[in-house]
């Protein structure tokens, strides 16, 4: 393929230079756009045509010189200029410099000077034009893609970030830059951050998930992923990427609650139940404690549901839900077991008589009123106690006797509790 003619603009205000330096070009395989003598002719023909190179004399006709010509096209049009002057004075080469020409031969000069200076200015552009190109590819894939890029000195001081920080944060890059990443950390994860860094910075990759604080104080779950950076086989600092992941985890996060509470009433479901109840025994038998397992029972639901019916009889369970949670202590737990059947973990038993105590006040804020749907009911409970270690030392026995002594309860009239006791006769309960 045919290399392409570089289009050349001479400006020059002496005629038969001008003449010569186009017949020269011509020679030398260049396109001449045109040949100006005025620096306001020079800056139209530049934005009309868009030369390739503008070769520029500083002496000019008209008002406007040929630097401050070389200054406009070049800013206005990003076009090329090289200087071809007689002037070589140090004022006017000083005042040349600033607007970044791409070369500056004086008069008279060689064919071959000419041609290879052209030719260097022509190279010079290509490679700077590549490079803005590079550039603005690589701006625009930063400021586009999810990921938020950074860079940590080995101080762990922010040395770049991309500017969709702003998306994640609300932060402008020149709010974090300058700063330890630390200061964007949710507090309880510092430490985990601070060993991470620590292990990148002595050579290891990170992955891991943290909370990001915003500028706002909202908190966002972030992944990042993180690498060192090397510098004369030492590592100097830390690059790596952030993407909020903020929606996955409130997702896992629901997903963990619809499986571990009761969808009617938001208590904890048995799942939940069990896992605290074996915390609670592993906790007890380590430091010698008791506690104690409540399973209730309302009682005549069977009759509210069939009077009023199910939906009814679903708001006044979650009713009877709310209540019972205003009487929980500080670790203590409620769950609803199915049906119009609740179970209660009283972490922390101190004295027996506590136990008691705590379901007097259960059974009486179940005989306070309740209104669900304009109604007034006046309900009771039935509820079995088992104490851990006299009534039980597993969690499936000391369930199995709240609820033997559940059911003993309702056989002594209901509206009130019973702890478990080896004489309860089991048979007579069935």
């Known amino acids: 393929m045919e290399k392409k003619k570089a289009r050349i603009l001479v400006v020059e205000d002496e005629r038969v ?4 330096t186009a017949k020269i070009l011509r020679n030398l395989g260049y396109d001449v756009l045109a040949v100006v003598s005025s620096g306001e002719d020079a800056v139209k023909i530049a934005g009309e045509k868009l030369p390739d190179l503008v070769l520029m004399d500083i002496m000019l006709e008209g008002d406007m010189n040929g630097i401050e010509a070389a200054g406009q096209i070049f800013s206005r049009f990003g076009v090329p200029v090289m200087y071809l002057t007689a002037y070589a004075d140090d004022e006017k080469l000083q005042r040349a410099k600033e607007t970044e020409p791409f070369g500056y031969i004086l008069k008279p000069f060689e064919e071959r000077e000419l041609y290879s200076s052209i030719e260097m200015a ?23 893609i999810s990921e938020v890029i950074y860079s940590l000195d080995e101080n762990a001081v922010v040395t770049y970030i991309s500017p969709n920080v702003e998306s994640l944060g609300g932060y402008s890059p020149s709010e974090v830059i300058g700063k330890r990443f630390t200061e964007f950390v949710y507090e309880e994860d510092l430490p985990g951050r601070i060993k991470n860094f620590q292990e990148i910075m002595s050579g290891g990759n990170e992955a891991t998930e943290y909370r ?39 997702a896992e996060e629901e997903l963990v609650h619809m499986a571990t509470h009761d ?27 008791r506690l104690a397992v409540m399973l209730l029972d309302l009682d005549q639901f069977k009759e509210v549901n069939d009077t009023f019916g199910h939906s009814f009889g679903d708001r006044l369970l979650q009713a009877v839900g709310k209540r019972l949670t205003g009487l929980l202590r500080k670790g203590d737990t409620i769950a609803r077991m199915g049906g119009d059947e609740f179970l209660l973990l009283l972490a922390e038993v101190v004295h027996v008589e506590d136990v008691a105590k705590i379901a007097r006040k259960v059974l009486d804020a179940i005989r306070e009123p309740l209104v669900v749907n304009n109604h007034k009911l006046h309900i009771t409970t039935s ?17 199995k006797n709240a609820d033997i002594a559940m059911y003993s309860a309702k056989k002594q009239g209901r509206n009130n509790y019973q702890r478990y006791s080896s004489d309860i006769d089991v048979k007579g309960l069935e």
């Open 17 to 20: 230079v001008a003449e010569d």
């Open 383 to 399: 509820l079995g106690i088992a104490i851990y270690p006299n009534d039980g030392e597993d969690a499936d026995t000391l369930i």
């Open 263 to 289: 969808q009617l009433t938001g208590l904890s479901n048995r799942v939940l139940f069990s896992d605290r109840l074996a915390l609670g025994l592993v906790h007890a038998q380590r430091n010698q404690k």
């Open 122 to 144: 022509l190279c010079k552009c290509e490679m700077e034009k590549k490079l803005r190109d590079s550039e603005e590819r690589y701006r625009s894939f930063v400021e586009n």
């Open 212 to 250: 990001f604080l915003t500028r706002s104080g909202e908190i966002r779950w972030v992944r990042t992923a993180a690498r060192p950076i090397l510098k004369d086989n030492r590592i100097i600092g830390v690059r790596g990427a952030l993407i909020d992941i903020t929606d996955r985890k409130q």
